[in-house]
């Protein structure tokens, strides 16, 4: 008996990205905010490409606060998103194409988000990368870091609680 060969790891990495793109394309004020997402394996970076209409404060100059907390936002949904959907990819349940369709499972709900403004962002780009703490067939808690220079200086931090979709998710349209 011999088993089938195991799909290359271009058209693996391929359909991963496809998918992750269809995830992010699917919110306009992502591209608006020009946030991109590197992915690496599971893991998720979000990054927040410096544009000056980020800029909220222009004599230090400083990022929006509203920016900020929007980025860290994203950054949490799309990585909770991530999660779930990951093993679904794999698996084959879900199809990016698909998902490029417009075919998208339903997404997490916030129930609150709280962010810690810890420094002023500077005019740069910036980075962010979540951490889901908890997450349930009801509800998800994460954190997130966002920094700039280094990693271990933070601008800001958050938590946020999520509700995570009920029901049927594999061809659910977004309705949301």
Known sequence: MSRPRPEPMQVVKQRRDAALTALVDSVPYIRFLDISFDRRGDELTGQLNFDQKLI???????????????????????????????????????????????????????????VDYLRSGLPRDAYARATVARSGRRFASVRVEAWQDHKDKLFAQATGHFLMPQGGEKNDANTS
Do not use: S
């Open 56 to 114: 909220g404060n222009p004599y230090l100059p400083a990022i929006h606060g509203g920016v900020t907390a929007a980025f860290l936002e994203v950054t949490a949904v799309m990585t909770l998103n991530w999660l779930h959907l990951w093993p679904k990819i794999e698996a084959g349940e879900l199809d990016p194409a698909e998902m490029a369709a417009g075919k998208l499972p339903r997404q997490p709900k916030i129930i609150d988000f709280t």
